[in-house]
């Protein structure tokens, strides 16, 4: 009689979800706002999270002035 055992790091993918940088940045302006550290409007504590959507369209609005400078 025998056993297989399978290793787990070779067979199980893993999928690791976490907070970026951006996410612990605009957390800690939040708490720093609440604490009464920083002074700033709620639009520069909020911030780091519009990150992604920047980068977003500003590559759109790249590859739109590509495309119309080629026509």
């Known amino acids: 009689m025998s056993i297989k055992i399978k290793s787990m790091s070779k067979s199980s993918k893993s999928n690791s979800s976490g907070v970026s940088v951006l996410g612990l940045l605009g957390i800690a302006f939040i708490v720093l706002k609440l604490i009464g550290t920083i002074t700033w409007s709620w639009w520069w504590v909020t ?17 739109y002035i590509i495309a119309w400078a080629t026509e």
């Open 47 to 63: 911030l780091p999270f519009w990150g992604g959507i920047a980068l977003f369209l500003l590559v759109l609005l790249v590859a």
